[in-house]
């Protein structure tokens, strides 16, 4: 059966396409604030969402969302110290946490500790700290192979349905990471994607192409609870015949 491709949103160019993404996570945290009290949200790591969380932190923008009631999460995280320069935490902090009028309560995946321990607590903060149905939005990039998070093709972690949250040595990085297993990160009432630049344009291609088909990739198996949207650039999406 070929599934229905989920809503995609073409923007010309980065800044428009992080302003995009903004105005719908600002929809989606008030509306979970609005009607549950709290934001529970997990941010991506690497470099492209670093401009929305920038973005995020203007005055323009800051305002509106009561960050007190934001509850971060990290969808994963390198095996690297907070202060890393590899460190998804460094980088939020950076770009988001240190310029936000208000704090929100952030959880961070403790990247210092060795990667099992790591994870292992990172689900029992999960147990605790999230509500029975997830998080309110998840924020994913995609990787040029068709990775999300640390879930990278052809791991044992793509096939882990009982740990929330596991440690996974990644061969071609020749590194560990931390990372959400896909029943959390389909745990979840929103999903976004946010895919920028043209090295990105073959993977969105056969992804947009592959709906539904054998050997999915990793971002090819995620089936969230809830609704599920692409931001992408005409970068990334030259292959794409779409209109939005
Ligand atoms: C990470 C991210 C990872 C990232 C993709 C895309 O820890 O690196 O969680 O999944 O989203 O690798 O990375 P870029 O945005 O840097 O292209």
Redesign the pocket.
Known sequence: MTRAAPPLHILPDPPALFRAAAERLLEIGAQAIAERGAFHLAL??????QGLYALLTTPELAGRLDWAQVRLYF??E?SVAPEHSDS?YRMVRESLLDTLPTAPQVHRISGELPPEQAAADYAALLRTQLPQEGFDLVL????PDG????LFPGSDALNQRKQPVVADYVPKLDSW?ITLTLPTLNKTRHVILLVS?AH?ADVLRHVLRNIGHANPLPVEMLRPAGELEWFVDADAARHIEHKD
């Open positions: 991506a790591g690497g470099a492209t969402p969808g994963d390198r998804n994913l990039g995609l990787g990775h999300i998070a640390s990471r630049g990105k």
